[in-house]
């Protein structure tokens, strides 16, 4: 007896998932998030405040976007929303999100999924040409 397939999940698949479902696409297969914990929601603000105040205050061009903001880094197998892009581009950008590789992306661990920010995206990023990622453990 042949083995079942693994479903492949396409952009369309992720588009079409409920407004109030958490989830990223990623190498074609969809992960679901939980809901952020208060201290993660307080570290993600206290960045993206920071990071956008000294962004303005050199005068850059660069925008700060905080989660949930889709980041669609190659053709139809891989959207992610970062805690935190910082995006030079403006090119990158679309009513959807981004398209392309930001410059700097930071994500805030979670105890549960530790894995998938230190290895999976750690790789994912690297591959798809993110110049600079941060990950922030809050513990």
Same mark, same amino acid.
């Given at each position: 007896?042949?083995?079942? =397939? @693994?479903?492949?999940?396409? !952009?369309? &698949?992720?588009?079409?998932?409920? $407004? ?8 074609? =297969?969809?992960?679901? =998030? ?6 993660? =929601? @307080?570290?993600?603000? @206290?960045?993206?405040?920071?990071? #956008? %105040? ?8 660069? *925008? ?10 190659? !053709?139809?197998?891989?959207?992610? $929303? ?9 090119? *990158? ?9 930001? &410059? /700097?992306?930071? !994500? ?18 690297? %591959?798809?040409?993110? #110049? !600079?990622? /941060? ?5």
């Amino acid at each position: 007896m042949p083995l079942p =397939q @693994e479903r492949i999940y396409t !952009e369309d &698949d992720y588009n079409n998932l409920p $407004e109030d479902v958490r989830a990223e696409l990623i190498d074609g =297969q969809i992960y679901y =998030q939980a809901a952020p914990s208060r201290i993660h =929601q @307080e570290i993600l603000m @206290e960045l993206a405040g920071t990071i #956008r %105040d000294y962004i303005r205050s050199k005068g850059s061009p660069c *925008k700060v976007y905080p989660a949930s903001f889709a980041v669609k880094l190659s !053709e139809d197998k891989n959207i992610v $929303e970062p805690d935190i892009s910082v995006i030079c581009n403006p090119d *990158k950008l679309t009513d959807r999100g981004c398209t392309g590789a930001p &410059d /700097w992306i930071i !994500e805030i661990v979670s105890p549960g999924n530790s894995s998938h920010d230190y290895i999976r995206k750690l790789n994912l990023y690297a %591959d798809t040409g993110v #110049r !600079e990622y /941060w990950i922030v453990n809050p513990t």
